[in-house]
């Protein structure tokens, strides 16, 4: 390949790799080769690099790095078949932990995409939480020999609907396959950042002892369940113990969806804020349920809820109600103005129905990953089948990197 002004777009002189621009004529970088940050009297030679690229662990335990060992590649800490040299030379990783895509019913606009065809239902694209100082590693697919590499929170979409009357059909809601699997995944990228000196910076951390990589820190940095990169929804769910449940509207309906008294609140919407502020920082909207039955309320009236913990998944959600078990309510229309009771008991019957599982004492709730198309899952279910035990040392690789279904009651609950 040339460049336009003739000159070869890569071209070698006196050793040296140069790449020519193909927008700036004269313009030209050193393309500085690997062998060359490693080997001792050359230009580009780095201690750093030289320590991450050939480090192992020696017979004594001590780390050893320099020439490469007798037993080749397979004794390196960062082998070439294991790990891809992006993992620690790309300084940053976009990840979308919350896009939301409302639908808005008489809108005549045209579409965002389908080469514009105008309609009468409009959907926007808002990112609500884009980020990236979430740095993430993960084994890649079984094309690239699953080595590791930088992922990130991919196709975290949620999605809400008004209808014609402006009546919000459903909220902010995970999308979910007809088969069950989540549509929030997290996938292996590339992410186009590479940087040689933030190889150079990671190298000390790659190399360091077990007990240097293991603080707070570095978790809340390469760990998801940290809390600090959650999607806010508009409704937020809280277990009040006796006093049942109440669902309370924490953020703004229109975008940029800032949560009350937030900073961006004050900066997006004013005149919002300030009347938040001579309310002395009360949140105005609320619904209530008392946490039990409506059979409960008119054939036991002394049954005392205690609401512990709460988790939403689609349109229920789950309640640890202590001695009573785990309730079941539906919270499908918990936005819809259009219902009296937002969080109903019996959606099909008034006299109550079997919305419930009985334990002991329920304090807490977590929703598992139901994906049953994986091979681990269904190497667990043929050993139920009597197809005999799967060696769990041995490593199962998967075509997609996938995190759990993030539902958090509300977002915070």
């Not at 460049?3 to 970088?29: A, D, I, Y």
């Not at 940290?226 to 277990?239: K, Y």
């Not at 946490?291 to 959600?317: H, M, T, Y």
Request: hydrophobic share 30%; proline share 6%; glycine share 10%.
């Amino acid at each position: 390949m040339r460049t336009p002004s003739g000159k070869r777009r890569f071209e070698w002189r006196n050793g040296t790799l140069f790449q020519n621009s193909m927008v700036e004529p004269g313009v030209e970088w050193e393309v500085v080769q690997t062998k060359d940050t490693i080997t001792e009297g050359k230009k580009r030679f780095n201690q750093k690099a030289l320590l991450a690229k050939t480090a192992r662990v020696g017979k004594d335990g001590r780390i050893e790095y320099g020439d490469l060992p007798p037993g080749g590649e397979k004794c390196l800490a960062h082998q070439n078949t294991n790990m891809s040299c992006i993992a620690c030379h790309s300084s940053w990783n976009p990840s979308c932990y919350g896009c939301h895509l409302p639908q808005r019913a008489n809108v005549k606009l045209p579409s965002l995409h389908n080469e514009g065809d105008v309609t009468r239902n409009i959907v926007s694209y808002n990112f609500q939480t884009l980020r990236e100082d979430v740095y993430m590693l993960a084994r890649d697919g079984d094309v690239t020999c699953n080595r590791i590499g930088p992922a990130r929170s991919s196709c975290a979409v949620h999605v809400g609907s008004y209808n014609g009357l402006r009546e919000s059909i459903y909220v902010q809601q995970q999308t979910i396959s007809g088969c069950g699997q989540s549509g929030i995944a997290f996938s292996t990228n590339v992410p186009h950042t590479v940087r040689g000196k933030d190889g150079r910076r990671r190298a000390a951390t790659a190399t360091s002892p077990p007990r240097t990589t293991t603080t707070p820190s570095w978790l809340s940095s390469s760990c998801t369940a940290t809390g600090l990169s959650e999607l806010h929804r508009p409704i937020h769910l809280v277990a009040a113990g006796k006093h049942g449940l109440e669902a309370v509207e924490v953020t703004e309906r229109d975008e940029p969806q800032a949560v009350i008294g937030s900073s961006l609140h004050k900066l997006a919407f004013p005149d919002h804020f300030e009347e938040h502020e001579k309310r002395h920082h009360k949140l105005e909207i609320s619904h209530e349920h008392p946490g039990k039955d409506i059979s409960e309320q008119i054939f036991k009236p002394w049954l005392e809820s205690n609401v512990q913990a709460l988790l939403a998944r689609g349109e229920f959600l789950y309640a640890a109600c202590g001695e009573a078990g785990v309730r079941i309510f539906d919270i499908a229309f918990i936005d819809h103005k259009g219902f009296s009771e937002r969080i109903a008991t019996a959606p099909v019957s008034p006299l109550g129905q079997q919305f419930y599982i009985r334990t002991k004492y329920a304090t807490s709730l977590a929703a598992p990953d139901n994906d049953r198309t994986r091979p681990d899952a269904q190497a667990v279910q043929g050993e139920q089948r009597g197809a005999g035990p799967r060696d769990v040392r041995q490593p199962v690789h998967h075509r997609q990197v996938r995190g759990p279904d993030h539902c958090r009651g509300g977002g915070g609950a």
